[in-house]
């Protein structure tokens, strides 16, 4: 049963960071391409970022890129997400995904960002 948890969410203020973890479970991590997508309030899926199976290939969307670090640990079978100078558009249910559309993802991680 594949399985991804989110985790490590919450509360900043803007200029703030937060570091997001997915521990997944299920299927052999270290073969896929793994993805962070988010959902803001009444707004559809968007694609954050992404990174090949062996960690050397991260990619953006640009208005994250130079202030989030996508990285994963395989022998962990985790994903991260360093999210660095938070900014309230920011703010969204941020999932790990095995696909860029989102299709097969976890149940996702409130981030908020508010003065």
């Known amino acids: 049963q594949v399985q991804l948890v989110e985790s490590g969410g919450g509360l900043v203020q803007p200029g703030g960071s937060l570091r997001l973890s997915c521990e997944v479970s299920g299927f052999t991590f270290s073969n896929y391409w793994m993805y962070w997508v988010r959902q803001a309030p009444g707004k559809g899926l968007e694609w954050v970022s992404q990174?090949?199976?062996?960690?050397?290939?991260?990619l953006y969307t640009p208005s994250v890129k130079g202030r989030f670090t996508i990285a994963r640990d395989n022998a962990k079978n985790t994903l991260f997400l360093q999210m660095n100078s938070l900014k309230s558009e920011d703010t969204a249910v941020y999932y790990c995904a095995r696909s860029r559309d989102g299709q097969v993802r976890g149940q996702g991680t409130q981030v908020t960002v508010s003065s």
């Open positions: 990174i090949d199976p062996t960690g050397l290939i991260p």
